[in-house]
């Protein structure tokens, strides 16, 4: 339709380009302004600003870029972390290690120190310090009488199962597999080299092996059975363990009869999913479990379901770590499918343990952590002759910290180092716990473990592989926290 | 000159305002083209790139806000420290607390840690930690050979003076000040409330009151030597305390003289100014100090200056804090005159020491950190009859942690936790520690400390009054970490 006007006019006399000046104040001819004049004009305004535009978009990006997304689904979440500011001239030490994610990481200051935490819009908890080996906190009302009741019921409807069947399987084949001599095996057991097995050696053994917890008295009693130990002097030679078969002890044990409370745990147990359409409050759940934690969404939404845990009168679990130490070769539970490689060794990453107490316990119960803070760990040193810090069923009282199971209480740890650059290091040995046994009335507790993969280059390529599926799917998702902020209000 | 000519066109035609459409579009008569349309354009154009100019300034000042200045002189400085990201919703506990400047407090990850850290133009040092409690490191090589042999020089080239005087003054004056009765002090003694004063009730308070450091063996001898303890049992009543005037033991020990291993502390000292004009040796060490604690240049420079220690063959320091805990009422010796209040508590507000060890000691001289990593303090527990855990000329190899003296050695602790809001907190218990006699040879070391008040807005009011006339001084100033770089490499 309408054409612009710029070639209709005559253009004889050559103006130079004129500055971007205010507009009143241009000298054109007026015999040529409308057409030439103010097109340069608008010409002029619309490269600036173009110009402009883009000098500031970049502006924008390299200003925030790396502090931007914080708390996003993707692995590109950034978050300065506990990270410490590299002042003046300080370059980090390792300058090729660039990671997207830092995990940040509680303050604990002290043993007994109070520290204010918002975790449902309008109330605040208070969160103290209980150790710092392991960094260990406890938060009352973390949850309401209603929602431990929601948990249980849920639990129940599921139907729980045995924590740790009476006759591991799988046993004897392992033995095959690894076609071990008597010698070798002697030689294994003997940790310290001494060639004699001592008790504690025998009990570490058969607990980490067949779940089996014997105690002295359980051993000397097998000796006296098997007729194993043949001078009495309480430790086995390395030709008095060639005498033994393989399976002699568990042979032996079966034919007696091992009892539940025999067992390194005595307790019923079921898993409850938290992701979209789970109930409300296993949802509400987890979302406080992120603002507790602090952790990336993204890290907490791919992370193990909730562990609903049912302990009977007399029920117990004895000292244990919930996830294990990290060689070069181990692998993760959860990253395997990203990992790529098959490996002996593997755990499950857990790095921060959130456990619910979900009832009141009338007596026993407690949540023991035998060497918090302790100033050294040594494992050795654990099982004495007289006292036997991990058995949770004799010895709860002689442990470090003991925690009473509060209804809605939440104690949450650490089960890892930081790694000193943001990220996940090595295992906290100090986090070992267990659970006190009931002495009377009946137990619920509820797990939430957040898995990281110390290999942080695992843990991303698991992110990206699951998250890509994901995308598509139902759009009803329950990640926007304002959405489901007012839901919460609502309940 | 030129006038705009929107109005010297006849307007017969009212075209309705156009949206801002591509410019090609706009439904313009050809007679009024030139004036009215191009000039719409022109106006639409530039409202939109000066709203969008206004938008991105202000995305870009809410984006970068909380971010920008990582490290500078003034108080305003910012870092992000060791303050965990806030994720999501979750607001800081505390909305009314907004500070400027957080200290960055290093991570000691767990006993034995290892980390790089860059104190030198193309060196890279090894930080291990030693303890979490109080949270100490230990860097190797933080000076040269060289660099130790000037330190000690310049001390003696200023002279060393005794470190504490055999006879405290002032002491008489504060007893009459205070007018106790001797049923008043006796309470103040009696800290275990059981109306007798125990030999450690005894002995705490004559290490902090004479600065006479008596042992048991000691106050037996006073006992004998005044008939205090009538009765025999070791004890004094308040009856038998109200037979000894006021000055009794001091008298005594008068009488008998006074040796100087008997004395807190026993060393001679000088103070060697680090700022401007000083040695280079003496700040650069000042500038390393800066990188390793990286804490913000203005905190370091207005702190005290370096102090020379000489440890002659049986010199010790028995176990103290470097500085004191913090009440409300508390003032710190390096605020006071911004105070604006007087106190009668007053401590040196040392958040951080760092000791350097300036040569090697031939035998004994280590530094002691009695209670490192104790699970607990209790100050009682520290003096029981067999063993004084302070005594660092008799009780040295009982502590829980000592570092052997090596040249060109560094080790620093943190006096104070945090608050968890980045800033200064409650003292260290933990930090306890002391010189253990030298049992051959010279010991010489030097102490930095940076002081830092633990009430923020007294800090900053100091800094600001102090930094003030600064500004105004030689322009030759040596804070300018690049033109100090390249000088140290000159070296």
């Keep these: 339709m309408m054409e612009p006007q710029e070639n209709t006019n005559d253009d004889t006399a050559p103006s130079p380009a004129p500055p971007p000046l205010p507009r009143e104040r241009i000298?054109?001819?007026?015999?040529?302004?409308?057409?030439?004049?103010?097109?340069?004009?608008?010409?002029?305004?619309?490269?600036v600003y173009v110009l402009n535009v883009i000098a500031l978009l970049l502006y924008v990006h390299y200003n925030s870029g790396s502090e931007e997304g914080r708390s996003s689904?993707?692995?590109?979440?950034?978050?300065?972390?506990?990270?410490?500011?590299?002042?003046?001239?300080?370059?980090?030490?390792?300058?090729?290690?660039?990671?997207?994610m830092h995990l940040p990481r509680l303050e604990g200051i002290r043993v007994g120190h109070v520290q204010k935490v918002s975790l449902v819009p309008g109330k605040v908890h208070e969160m103290k310090t209980l150790s710092l080996k392991p960094l260990?906190?406890?938060?009352?009302?973390?949850?309401?009488?209603?929602?431990?009741?929601?948990?249980?019921?849920?639990?129940?409807?599921?139907g729980l199962m045995e924590s740790q069947v009476m006759v591991p399987?799988?046993?004897?084949?392992?033995?095959?597999?690894?076609?071990?001599?008597?010698?070798?095996?002697?030689?294994?057991?003997?940790?310290?080299?001494?060639?004699?097995?001592?008790?504690?050696?025998?009990?570490?053994?058969?607990?980490?092996?067949?779940?089996?917890?014997?105690?002295?008295?359980?051993?000397?009693?097998?000796?006296?059975?098997?007729?194993?130990?043949?001078?009495?002097n309480g430790l086995l030679s390395l030709e008095e363990f060639g005498q033994l078969s393989s399976d002699a002890f568990q042979r032996f044990l079966f034919q007696r009869g091992v009892k539940r409370s025999q067992?390194?745990?005595?307790?019923?147990?079921?898993?409850?999913?938290?992701?979209?359409?789970?109930?409300?409050?296993?949802?509400?759940l987890r979302n406080r479990v992120m603002r507790l934690t602090r952790l990336p969404p993204s890290l907490v939404e791919l992370s193990e379901p909730l562990q609903v845990v049912r302990y009977e009168q007399g029920g117990h679990y004895h000292a244990h770590h919930d996830s294990g130490p990290v060689y070069p070769e181990t692998t993760c539970t959860h990253t395997l499918l990203a990992a790529n490689t098959t490996s002996p060794f593997q755990t499950s990453c857990r790095y921060i343990t959130v456990l619910f107490y979900l009832n009141n316990v009338e007596e026993g119960g407690e949540t023991t952590f035998p060497v918090a803070d302790n100033r050294t760990y040594e494992e050795v040193s654990l099982i004495q002759n007289d006292v036997d810090l991990l058995d949770t069923r004799r010895h709860c009282d002689k442990g470090n910290l003991r925690v009473k199971p509060t209804r809605g209480t939440a104690v949450f740890w650490y089960n890892y180092l930081s790694?000193?650059?943001?990220?996940?290091?090595?295992?906290?040995?100090?986090?070992?716990?267990?659970?006190?046994?009931?002495?009377?009335?009946?137990?619920?507790?509820?797990?939430?473990?957040?898995?990281?993969?110390?290999?942080?280059?695992?843990?991303?390529?698991?992110?990206?592989?699951?998250?890509?599926?994901?995308?598509?799917q139902d759009p009803q998702t329950d990640t926007n926290p304002e959405q489901y902020t007012d839901t919460h209000q609502d309940l």
């Design 419 to 472: 790694d000193g650059r943001g990220w996940v290091g090595e295992q906290d040995e100090y986090s070992l716990h267990g659970g006190c046994v009931v002495t009377r009335g009946i137990k619920w507790v509820a797990n939430n473990w957040i898995n990281v993969d110390p290999d942080y280059h695992r843990q991303a390529r698991y992110q990206q592989l699951v998250s890509q599926p994901e995308e598509t």
């Design 263 to 284: 067992l390194v745990r005595n307790s019923r147990h079921t898993w409850l999913y938290q992701g979209q359409g789970a109930h409300q409050v296993l949802r509400e």
């Design 73 to 100: 689904r993707d692995f590109s979440s950034r978050s300065s972390g506990h990270k410490v500011a590299e002042p003046l001239d300080t370059q980090p030490p390792d300058p090729g290690f660039t990671r997207k």
């Design 136 to 158: 260990l906190f406890e938060i009352p009302h973390f949850l309401s009488d209603e929602e431990c009741a929601v948990v249980m019921r849920l639990a129940q409807l599921k």
């Design 169 to 232: 399987e799988g046993q004897e084949e392992l033995n095959q597999q690894l076609n071990l001599s008597p010698e070798e095996i002697f030689h294994l057991l003997d940790l310290n080299q001494d060639g004699q097995l001592q008790q504690h050696e025998i009990l570490t053994h058969s607990r980490v092996r067949d779940g089996i917890w014997l105690t002295p008295e359980n051993l000397r009693e097998i000796y006296a059975g098997l007729n194993a130990d043949q001078d009495g």
């Design 27 to 47: 000298p054109v001819q007026k015999g040529s302004v409308c057409s030439r004049s103010y097109f340069m004009v608008v010409m002029v305004f619309f490269h």
